[in-house]
Structures are given as structure tokens and as C-alpha cells.
């Protein structure tokens, strides 16, 4: 299923998206799409029956907005540096043990809301990402099969970075990484029985319509299930929590200089195979 929240910040309701590419309203079966529905299965079963016998009623999509596609989410856990070719651009010796960084869940923005530059930017960068949103209560799991258990399903995140506050403003990553508006997500959450293999998706990101990024997450160095397990290691992860799992090469850290970091005006499209498309435009805080 292609779940989503739709309508305004703060009022959406919950939707599908039909094998037709239709529209379907859930708000009489559900309150949300939440952590408390992504873990309850014969909730989940209901939707599913409800849209194969063609109950659910229709939305027209005119000028209806589309939300993250996860309500109320406890945290957003993110793998810095875990694609092979990311690592080879910037130089960086490949991690023995996955980078982990936090974002705060209200950076999280629709897929197609403005981003904000943030006021003294020169280094805000893009980051498409396979995001991963748990299903179940998962902590010290053992295999990679509990792992993928554990998984809900699949969306896009963009991991908007200002590399300048990440960098070279001493202390951790996070200056960088928990600005206002830095993690659109969506437009849909894509169930995991739709998407047999994780490590078999292309990421493709553009700006101003150049391509910048063309990768696959074949590359990563960590693998989806592998996150998951290492993760459940150190913190208890609950149903609705989100994990970026790392970009490929291409971004603009990366670039020979003059390196092209986003500017307000700039348009940052993004898509991953299956899982949708982005798209947001630049403008100032």
C-alpha cells in the first residue's frame, strides 16, 4: 500500500494511493497514519480490504496538499556517511561502525513544502535518502530477519544539511542537520511487502533541473536490515520512528569549487524508485 496524509499543516487526513494512481480517503477507518496504526496489523488488513473492494471514497487532489506521511513521530535517526561512493567524493575513510546522528521530529516537512535557508547560510546542502519507519517495537534484536520485521515500510527523505554549521562550528553534527524545514519526507509511505529488496533502489536528485545525484543503494555500506539491528542496539525504536539511512554521492560538499550550495530561488526535485517523488523550492528564513 501507498499510505499518505493530506491537507493543510496540522488538519490532514489520512489516504491511499490506488493501484490506478487514485486518491482514497481512509478517514473512516482511521484517525491517522501513525505509529499506533502502522502497529496494528489487523488495522492495517482493514485498509487493505477496504481498498481491494473498492470502498474507499474518493479525493480530488486539486490544490490538496500533501503532508509527511507519518504522524507524530518519536525521533528521526540518521546514518551519516553509508554509501561507498559518498565516501569516496568527500575523502572520508569508510566507518567500521554506522555514523549515528539525530534530527528532531519537527524538522520533518511535507515533500513539496519550501525549505528554508537558514539566516548566515553559505554551505545548505541536499541529501536524498531511503528513509526507513518502524512498525514495531524493536530493541537488541539479533537477526537481520527481526530486523526487517521491525519495518513498517519505506519513504523519501531529504537530509538538508548547512555543512558550515555541521563542520566548522565545533561540537556535533547537529547544527547542521536540525534546522527549521531540513527533512522533508514523503509523499507516501510504501508498505514493506512492496518493496522485496532495499538494496535494489535507484536515488536520483536534481537542482534547478541538473542532475546531481544518481545513485543506487546497492551502494550502501551499511544495509537496511544491518541499520536496523545495530540501531535496536542502543535505543529502543518505536512504531512511527523514522531512520535516514544515508545519501549517495553527487552532493554539493562533494563538488569541485566553487561547490554549488543551495541558495534561496534554488529547486531541488527528488525521486527514489517506487517510493515517489519531491519537489521544494529554496527561500529564506
Not at 537477526?143 to 562550528?169: L, M
Not at 529488496?197 to 551499511?222: C, H, K, M, Y
Not at 554539493?252 to 534554488?266: F, I, T
Request: hydrophobic residues 40%; proline residues 8%.
Amino acid at each position: 500500500m501507498k499510505l499518505l496524509r493530506v491537507g493543510q499543516v496540522g488538519t490532514e487526513r489520512p489516504a491511499l494511493l490506488d493501484e490506478q494512481g487514485a486518491l482514497r480517503d481512509l478517514s473512516t477507518l482511521v484517525t491517522d497514519i501513525d505509529g499506533a496504526l502502522l502497529a496494528d496489523a489487523p488495522a492495517l488488513d482493514r485498509i487493505r480490504a477496504a481498498a481491494a473492494a473498492g470502498e474507499l471514497p474518493r479525493l480530488d487532489p486539486a490544490g490538496l496538499r500533501t503532508g509527511p506521511p507519518v504522524a507524530r513521530i518519536g525521533k528521526v535517526v540518521c546514518i551519516g556517511l553509508n554509501y561507498h561512493d559518498h565516501a569516496r567524493e568527500t575523502g572520508a575513510a569508510v566507518p567500521a561502525e554506522p555514523i549515528v546522528f539525530l534530527k528532531a521530529p519537527d524538522t520533518v516537512v511535507g515533500p513539496h513544502d519550501p525549505v528554508l535557508v537558514p539566516r548566515g547560510s553559505v554551505k545548505t546542502d541536499w541529501e536524498v535518502e531511503l528513509a526507513v519507519v518502524i512498525g514495531r517495537t524493536a530493541r537488541y534484536l539479533e537477526t537481520d530477519d527481526e530486523a526487517r520485521a521491525a519495518v513498517a515500510g519505506y519513504t523519501i527523505a531529504h537530509d538538508v544539511s548547512e555543512r558550515e554549521f555541521q563542520i566548522e562550528r565545533g561540537g556535533q553534527w547537529d547544527k547542521g542537520k536540525n534546522c527549521e524545514t531540513f527533512n522533508p519526507l514523503g509523499p507516501w509511505l510504501v508498505t514493506a511487502d512492496e518493496v522485496p529488496d532495499p538494496q535494489a533502489l535507484g536515488v536520483r536528485l536534481w537542482v534547478n533541473g541538473t542532475l546531481r545525484q544518481d545513485g543506487t543503494t546497492a551502494e550502501q555500506i551499511f544495509p537496511v536490515a544491518e541499520v536496523v539491528r545495530y540501531l535496536s542496539r542502543f535505543m529502543t525504536l518505536y512504531p512511527g520512528d523514522v531512520i535516514n539511512t544515508g545519501t549517495p554521492a553527487g552532493v554539493a560538499m562533494g563538488c569541485p569549487e566553487p561547490k554549488p550550495y543551495l541558495r534561496a530561488g534554488d529547486v531541488v526535485e527528488l525521486e527514489i524508485d517506487g517510493l515517489g517523488r519531491q519537489r521544494q523550492e529554496l527561500t529564506a528564513a
